[in-house]
């Protein structure tokens, strides 16, 4: 079985916790995608744990996890990120940890050249989470980027450090005139925070082929959503990977490996981090109300989340884009404050209503053509069970499902590990 598990929208929509409760089913969790721009909360009896490089399935004891080829991934945060988790009693080791030696690896100047980009950009800038992921797929691409392999020959590495970092110079002192970077302190990251992870590199392509081979149980986990798309979301307002169900077994080092089922997971309210367009948010007293409710806060950078209803012209393009066969719907929660819940269902353009999602340049000429649907009004965080939930929660939840086109599976209801209903 190859599951994979990713955002219908803008990203924080919760994957984390779905992760975190499916994978108690699956043998491997594999990040396939992305670096350590967003997070992931998972909250279970030992606590709430925040990820950003480490798959969700890194809280169960007997799940294989795994960094893909397609991934970008900062040393020192993935280091920090691991000694957290054994402050808090999870276990990590080479047996539950693997990490594709194909990957590329985030390095310091990247980081620097993200964050001094978006000074210069200014009121232009692109909403950078400031963690080096632009110009690390960048180097990628022009096939500058040091890899996780490169670590078990460390002169050939080194000789490599000094051509890259002669190479970087160019841009960061003789554009950017910034001070200059030296090999010296790119070859101390490499010692202080590369070396200690060999035990952990493989080869995940046939590592996961032979899983797979042997009956194993594979999902694949995403970041941020299928509108952070570097070719089908907002561009250029989107991240630099492909966070598309379809990339799954490209990014995790099996390409010739077909999914058998792609959940997609949506919020029951839209939220969005970071700059670009943003059809359906709302502002002032109304934004702050859905927020200060949602608790809608970045998990990886802290920054307040954009809010506003649900957009149905929006999730029906991300289904459509996931190739979801279900949806999980979650923090329906937070919707029990309102006695009418306004939903986008269209997008006026030019006197005319569009019900597909328009080419990204037009989205800042689109206004949210809005319905309502009945509220609630009433504490469903403690329901765990399909026909605890109230009439309207339930007419709500078939709405969705008819405007997206797509069955909804699931219903979360709180944060917690058990707080949430299988619907179908």
């Avoid at 990014?251 to 981090?273: E, F, N, Q, R």
């Avoid at 309502?372 to 009433?378: A, D, F, L, Q």
């Amino acid at each position: 079985m190859l599951t994979s598990v990713c955002g219908v929208n803008w990203g924080d929509e919760g994957k984390g916790k779905i992760v975190d409760l499916l994978s108690q089913e699956y043998d491997y969790v594999c990040r396939y995608q992305g670096g350590n721009n967003a997070g992931h909360t998972v909250v279970n009896e030992r606590g709430k744990f925040i990820l950003n490089l480490l798959p969700s399935g890194i809280l169960r004891e007997n799940v294989v996890n795994v960094l893909g080829p397609g991934m970008v991934i900062d040393l020192k945060h993935l280091s920090e990120e691991v000694a957290r988790l054994r402050e808090k009693g999870i276990g990590i080791t080479p047996e539950n940890l693997k990490i594709s030696d194909k990957a590329v690896i985030t390095m310091p100047y990247h980081v620097l050249l993200d964050c001094l980009e978006e000074d210069r950009l200014a009121e232009k800038k692109f909403g950078s989470t400031r963690r080096g992921i632009a110009p690390v797929y960048a180097d990628k691409y022009m096939k500058k980027a040091f890899r996780m392999g490169e670590l078990f020959d460390e002169d050939r590495l080194f000789a490599r450090v000094k051509d890259v970092v002669a190479w970087k110079n160019l841009t960061v002192a003789g554009g950017y005139g910034h001070a200059p970077i030296t090999a010296e302190e790119i070859e101390a990251y490499f010692k202080t925070y590369g070396f200690p992870l060999k035990d952990y590199i493989c080869d995940t392509g046939a590592l996961l082929d032979g899983a797979h081979r042997a009956g194993k149980k594979i999902m694949f986990e995403a970041q941020l959503g299928a509108l952070r798309d570097i070719d089908f979301g907002i561009y250029p307002f989107t991240s630099s990977s492909s966070t598309i169900a379809a990339y799954a077994p490209i990014g995790a080092g099996v390409p010739h490996l077909k999914l058998d089922k792609s959940i997609g997971v949506m919020k029951a309210y839209s939220t969005c981090v970071g700059e670009g367009p943003f059809t359906a948010e709302y502002f002032g007293e109304k934004a702050e109300k859905l927020r200060a409710a949602g608790n809608e806060y970045g998990a990886a950078t802290g920054r307040p989340r954009r809010v506003g209803p649900f957009d149905a012209v929006a999730s029906a393009y991300g289904i459509r884009c996931q190739g979801a066969d279900e949806v999980v719907l979650t923090k329906l929660d937070v919707l029990s404050l309102y006695e009418e819940i306004e939903v986008c269902t269209a997008y006026e353009l030019g006197g005319k209503l569009l019900r597909e999602f328009p080419y990204p340049d037009l989205l800042g000429r689109c206004k949210p053509f809005y319905e309502s649907v009945k509220g609630w009004r009433e504490d469903i965080s403690h329901c765990r069970k399909r026909e605890e939930l109230p009439r309207a929660a339930l007419d709500y939840i078939a709405y969705l499902e008819e405007k997206c086109a797509c069955k909804i599976s699931y219903a979360a209801v709180g944060p917690e590990r058990d707080a949430i209903i299988r619907l179908k």
